[in-house]
Structures are given as structure tokens and as C-alpha cells.
């Protein structure tokens, strides 16, 4: 008899497992990754050395797209109103 009072215990203890990230990161995240392939492939295109897109636009692409997908990652979503424990 302990030992069904014990796995009775435990399920009703047990939580539903909730997803760490919500669609808001996904969507930054995509957006970052698209943002980090757009920035390589300007660099690629101008090819010079001097030019304008490979010499300034692209590397700021490329930066931004890193730092939007470090931010989408550590970004926590917001609890529901029944969720609050």
C-alpha cells in the first residue's frame, strides 16, 4: 500500500513540461540567421576590397545578426496569468 501512495504522490506532483523558448524567439532567430547569410553573401558579391557593402554594410549585417541571435536566445517568455506559481 506504501508503495501506491508513493506513485500516486509523484504523478500529481509532476508539472506539464513547458517549451524554454516561445515563437517571438523562434522568429528572432530565423530573422538573426537570415540577417548572418544576407551579411556573407553581400561580402561575397562586391568584390572589392574597397567596396562600400563589403567594406561597411555587410560586417555590420553580420554583427547584428549575432548579437539578435544571442539575444533571442537568453530572451525568457513572458508567464501566463495561470501559469504563475
Known amino acids: ?10 504523478s500529481n506532483n509532476r508539472k506539464t513540461a513547458r517549451l524554454v ?3 517571438t524567439n523562434y522568429v528572432l532567430l530565423i530573422g538573426c540567421v537570415v540577417a ?3 551579411g556573407y553573401t553581400l561580402m561575397r558579391v562586391e568584390n572589392e576590397v574597397d567596396g562600400f ?5 555587410a560586417p ?3 554583427l547584428g545578426g549575432y548579437l539578435g541571435v544571442i539575444v533571442a536566445i537568453l530572451r525568457r517568455p513572458k ?7
Open 1 to 10: 500500500m506504501a508503495k501506491a501512495s508513493r506513485k500516486s504522490r509523484r
Open 21 to 23: 523558448f516561445d515563437r
Open 36 to 38: 548572418i547569410i544576407l
Open 53 to 57: 557593402l563589403s567594406l561597411y554594410v
Open 60 to 62: 555590420l549585417m553580420i
Open 79 to 85: 508567464e501566463a496569468a495561470g501559469d504563475a506559481t
